[in-house]
C-alpha cells in the first residue's frame, strides 16, 4: 500500500509542531553533540550496527547494547515492527546507522522513528534502565483529518477500543513476542475500517507493557486532533499506531467488528 501520508511531529516536551513532509526518519533530538571524526561517534557508528545486526539476526527483532568506554560509552536500542521480514529489519537498522548523526546534527541523544523501526542511541542509559515506560515519546500524526460528514465522537471511541484491544492482545501473552497488529471493520461512512499496531521492547515483562501501552492509550485524544485520520506514540519502551488504511502486513491479529 503505497499511500504517501505527511506526518507532523510533535514534539511534546517542547511543544514545538513541525511540519516534516520530506518523511522519514522522524527525530526527537537531545541536548548535548558530538564531534565528527570523535569517539563518540565512532563508537555509535558500531553499535549502530551492531544493533542492526542483532535485530535483524532474531525472531523478536529487537536489540539494545552499549559500545565503548567512558565518558564516550553509548547506549541503544532498536526494535523493527514485529510484522516484517529479518532482512526489512536489517535494512530498517542500516539507515538507523545512516541518519544518526545527521537526523539530529550529531546530538548525542536521537531517537529516531521509521515506518519499520524506532531506534533510540543515547550517551546516558537510563531509557534501558526504565523497565516501566513509556520514557521518552516522539509523537507524530497524520495531516489530514477523517471526513467532515463523519460523527467524530464515534471515531475517537472507535479508535480507543482499537487500540485498547491491540495492546492487550500484544500484552496477552509471551508467544506474540509483545507485538500486534488490529482492524475494526465498521459501516460509518468516514472511517469504516480502522487498523493499529501495538509493540513493546522486548525486554519489560508482559504486565510492564500492558502499563505501558494503556498508558498511551489513555493519552490519545490529550495528545492528537479529535478528527485526525492517523498518529503515532513511539516510545523506547512501547508504540502504538492508528490508521485508517492498512500498514503492516499479513492479516490482522485482533479484529473488532461492530
Ligand atoms: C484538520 O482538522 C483540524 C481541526 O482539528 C484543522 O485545524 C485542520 O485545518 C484540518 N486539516 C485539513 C487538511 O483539513
Known amino acids: 500500500m503505497a499511500r504517501c501520508t505527511l506526518l507532523v511531529l510533535l514534539v511534546a516536551a517542547v511543544a514545538l ?7 522519514q526518519p522522524w527525530a526527537t533530538c537531545g541536548d548535548g553533540t558530538y564531534e565528527q571524526g570523535s569517539a563518540y561517534e565512532n563508537n555509535l557508528l558500531n553499535l549502530a550496527l551492531t544493533l542492526r545486526d542483532g535485530a535483524s539476526s532474531q ?36 539507515s538507523v546507522w545512516r541518519d544518526a548523526g545527521s537526523a539530529c546534527r550529531r546530538a548525542k541523544d536521537v531517537a529516531l522513528v521509521y515506518n ?9 542509559d537510563d531509557f534501558l534502565a526504565d523497565k516501566v515506560g ?4 516522539t509523537t507524530l500524526m497524520s495531516s489530514t483529518n477523517i471526513s467532515s460528514g463523519a460523527d467524530v465522537a464515534a471515531y475517537d471511541r472507535a479508535v480507543t477500543r482499537l487500540l485498547a484491544a491491540t495492546a ?35 525486554d519489560i515483562t508482559l504486565e510492564a507493557c500492558r502499563g505501558c501501552l494503556e498508558g498511551l492509550v489513555a493519552r490519545w485524544w490529550d495528545t492528537f486532533p479529535a478528527n485526525v485520520d492517523g498518529a503515532r506514540i513511539a516510545g523506547p519502551r512501547c508504540l502504538l499506531r492508528s490508521e485508517v488504511y492498512p500498514f503492516y502486513t499479513g492479516a490482522p491479529m485482533v479484529v473488532l467488528r461492530e
Request: aromatic share 10%; glycine share 12%; charged share 15%.
Open 134 to 137: 513509556p520514557g521518552q515519546l
Open 59 to 94: 525472531e523478536i527483532l529487537f536489540s539494545t547494547g552499549s559500545n565503548g568506554a567512558a565518558p564516550n560509552t553509548v547506549y541503544g536500542l532498536l526494535l523493527c515492527r514485529g510484522d516484517i521480514s529479518r532482512s526489512a529489519c536489517y535494512d530498517c537498522g542500516t
Open 168 to 202: 492487550e492482545y500484544a500484552a496477552g501473552d509471551i508467544s506474540r513476542k509483545l507485538f500486534a497488529t488490529g482492524q475494526r471493520v465498521g459501516a460509518d461512512p468516514g472511517f469504516p475500517n480502522l487498523y493499529a499496531t501495538a509493540q513493546c521492547a522486548f
Open 116 to 124: 519499520e523501526c524506532y531506534a533510540r542511541l543515547s550517551d546516558k
Open 17 to 23: 509542531v513541525v511540519p516534516l513532509a520530506a518523511g
